[in-house]
């Protein structure tokens, strides 16, 4: 059984730091995509950072050059660095798996969830 757990949200000003981790037990296929979504109140879920099991990543326009997803196998974790962070950032963040995949895919695609982290950034 795939089970996500998140960690390391928080409150940051403005410009500040912040690194989420995920950690990741039961996923047996050599074929995956893990991402990071958020969702803010009012918003709908949106996919922010994707990395598949080749090491290919992808981001959403609003946070590429800002945040950078990677992973360690060796712990089983995935993080989610966030820099230069803007209040539009505010939101809860969720871990995703999307177990058996080729290739990352849309927000339907992904089976597997954490209970999501609060990030909360202010001026």
């Known amino acids: 059984q795939v089970q996500l757990a998140e960690s390391g949200g928080g409150s940051v000003q403005a410009g500040g730091s912040l690194r989420l981790s995920c950690l990741v037990s039961?996923?047996?296929?050599?074929?995956?995509?893990m991402a990071w979504f958020r969702q803010a109140p009012g918003k709908e879920r949106e996919g922010v950072a994707f990395?598949?099991?080749?090491?290919?990543?992808r981001y959403s326009d609003s946070v590429k050059g800002r945040f950078a997803i990677s992973e360690e196998h060796a712990t089983k974790s995935l993080y989610l660095e966030m820099n230069t962070m803007k209040t539009e950032d505010t939101a809860t963040y969720y871990c995703?798996?999307?177990?058996?995949?080729?290739?990352?895919?849309?927000?339907?695609?992904?089976?597997?969830w954490g209970q999501g982290t609060q990030v909360t950034v202010s001026s």
């Open positions: 995703a798996a999307d177990v058996g995949a080729w290739s990352c895919r849309g927000k339907e695609a992904f089976d597997y």
């Open positions: 039961g996923v047996s296929s050599s074929r995956y995509c």
């Open positions: 990395i598949n099991w080749d090491g290919n990543t």
